[in-house]
């Protein structure tokens, strides 16, 4: 059963530092990792999607990297601000048969940017 | 445009009674899913349906059931409501053949039950 994990819970910084969130997964068998935001009481927005043949995916300030093989992938969030505070969320898609694309996701990492 | 709508965004009602959530996207995608995230944030998929096949997670109980009336519509249906059953409930969608498939998750807005 696949298991994924996110570290830190929550994480607080000044404005204009750079940060990374981590997620790590049990099962290296899947067909991609996607990294998601959510603001207080909103839905889910999509931020990157890593497919499992790729390294690392690139949207403005943000880089996401996987490392299928150790089970683990990183967002890279640049010069923060404000406006980045949210929680992030990676979830995980099963390859192979696919088992309808029924995504796992880790428990998410709280985000505050301070101005 | 919103991609993926849900209706209605709050409701609160009292136990026992049966009560759906409407979702419906906009994307031209094949299968949609229901999410439930309890109270510590966690998000855990309730069902994957298309017009192939529905896919239960085992853990969901039998009186929970999704009801699509047509491709773009996959509306939740909740039975003999429990306290337990206070979740926000989110509905997304996605292209899972041919080509398209990207795997790539839209969201819609959430709806926040509250049982009391």
């Known amino acids: 059963k696949q298991e994924v994990t996110q570290i830190p819970a929550a994480l607080s910084v000044p404005e204009g530092e750079n940060l990374v969130l981590n997620c790590s997964f049990t099962?290296?068998?899947?067909?991609?990792l996607q990294w998601f935001r959510q603001d207080p009481g909103k839905g889910l927005t999509s931020l990157l999607l890593?497919?499992?043949?790729?390294r690392e995916q690139t949207s403005g300030r943000l880089n996401a990297s996987l490392d299928k093989s150790s089970g683990r992938s990183t967002l890279y969030i640049a010069a923060s601000q404000p406006g980045d505070s949210a929680t992030y969320l990676c979830?995980?898609?099963?390859?192979?048969?696919?088992?309808?694309?029924?995504?796992?996701f880790g428990g998410g990492t709280r985000l505050m940017v301070k101005p | 445009d919103t991609a993926v709508s849900q209706t209605p965004k709050y409701l609160v009602t009292q136990m026992g009674n049966d009560k759906s959530i409407k979702c419906e996207q906009n994307?031209?995608?094949?299968?949609m899913y229901w999410y439930k995230q309890d109270s510590k944030k966690f998000l855990k998929i309730m069902f994957s349906?298309?017009?192939?096949?529905?896919?239960i997670n085992e853990t969901v109980p039998n009186r929970f059931s999704p009801k699509s009336p047509d491709k773009a519509h996959l509306n939740l249906h909740i039975n003999s409501l429990e306290l337990g059953d206070s979740a926000v409930y989110f509905c997304?969608?996605?292209?899972?053949?041919?080509?398209?498939?990207?795997?790539?998750?839209?969201f819609g807005e959430g709806s926040r039950l509250t049982v009391l």
């Open positions: 997304a969608s996605s292209h899972t053949s041919g080509r398209d498939d990207t795997g790539e998750l839209f």
């Open positions: 099962d290296s068998a899947i067909y991609n």
């Open positions: 890593i497919q499992s043949s790729q």
């Open positions: 979830a995980v898609r099963p390859g192979g048969n696919n088992a309808g694309n029924m995504l796992t």
């Open positions: 994307l031209g995608h094949d299968t």
């Open positions: 349906y298309n017009n192939k096949e529905l896919i």
